[in-house]
């Protein structure tokens, strides 16, 4: 399972004089990372020096790369209902968000309640640019908003409709990924003007942050903690905690050392801020009244994933 994100590098960062007659506020191009969702580790990294250039090239890219029976997150600039036909002929499957004001057809009706609507529907206008596309539409309330996202996965009973939304939220790790590897390994400034040192800094910057990504997910199993209780930021400043013990020789262990009870104050992990909510995985929420197989049930005391309040 993976999601895919594209983004603009920011302006370069005229802290060289080589960059002093770049004109200012110019973009270092395009970047695109598919990222899997469960190691949160980069699949491939892509980089177009045109910061204009159109998605397109990305959407090739996206279907050379991946490979039938997975499952894409979409954000809403893959929104191109040719490109998502090409995904579902290749046995690619995709959850994304509705647009606002999207024209749709209702062809049927899995679940029609007060919190949640799983309904089968068709998109397009069957012209060139926008061909007839069947999808579903899973909309989930929470308070007085109701989300919609849809789904190339037809069947409730293979992907249901809490499930869909759940997985959508799981979308917020590369926006994490992206915070940690701009703003707290320094990818929001390029160093040097050329292309192939801008290449080199994106491939150093996404290296370091797959070594800390592990390290994190080992703490995480040292503590028998979920990786998303362990903050990336305090282990990546607590790595310098981390030298000066090591220097003084008193541990030569990165992992027993982020887990110590001593070096608890190095803020590690992270407190719960949420109560943790059961996952309703039933495809047909509507119509089952007893509690069998309606809530998620992990294998492990981890909690493996949570849902919107309804």
């Known amino acids: 399972m993976q999601l895919h994100i594209k983004l603009v590098l920011e302006a370069l960062f005229k802290k060289l004089k ?8 110019q973009l270092a191009g395009k970047m695109g990372v598919v990222i899997d969702l469960v190691t949160r580790l980069p699949v491939e990294i892509w980089f177009q020096e045109n910061s204009k250039a159109y998605d397109s090239k990305l959407e090739t ?52 309640s007060y919190s949640i609507r799983d309904r089968l529907i068709r998109l397009g206008s069957g012209t060139e640019a926008t061909p007839y596309v069947t999808v579903r539409l899973i909309e989930v309330r929470s308070a007085k908003i109701w989300h919609s996202y849809i789904t190339s996965v037809l069947e409730p009973t293979v992907l249901p ?101 001593e070096n608890r104050d190095l803020g590690v992990v992270k407190s719960i801020r949420k109560p943790l909510v059961r996952l309703i995985i039933t495809p047909f929420p509507d119509r089952q009244n007893n509690e069998e197989n309606f809530f998620l049930t992990p294998n492990s005391q981890i909690p493996l994933t949570t849902t919107i309040s309804a």
């Open 161 to 261: 409709p809490y499930v869909v939304a759940d997985l959508y939220r799981k979308r917020w790790r590369i926006e994490d990924a992206f915070n940690t590897v701009k703003r707290l390994l320094g990818l929001s400034y390029l160093w040097t003007g050329s292309l192939n040192g801008i290449k080199l800094q994106i491939w150093a910057t996404w290296l370091f942050y797959a070594v800390l990504m592990d390290l994190g997910d080992a703490v995480a199993d040292e503590l028998a903690l979920p990786v998303d209780r362990i903050s990336l930021e305090m282990i990546y400043r607590g790595l310098y905690h981390f030298s000066v013990a090591h220097q003084k020789r008193l541990t030569d262990d990165p992992i027993k050392y982020f887990v110590a009870p």
């Open 61 to 112: 890219d996206i279907l050379n790369l991946v490979s039938a029976k997975t499952l894409l997150l979409l954000d809403r600039g893959f929104y191109h209902f040719s490109f998502w036909l090409k995904l579902i002929e290749k046995e690619i499957h995709f959850i994304t968000r509705l647009k606002k004001g999207a024209s749709i057809k209702v062809e049927k009706i899995f679940t029609d």
């Open 18 to 25: 080589s960059l002093e007659d770049i004109p200012q506020g």
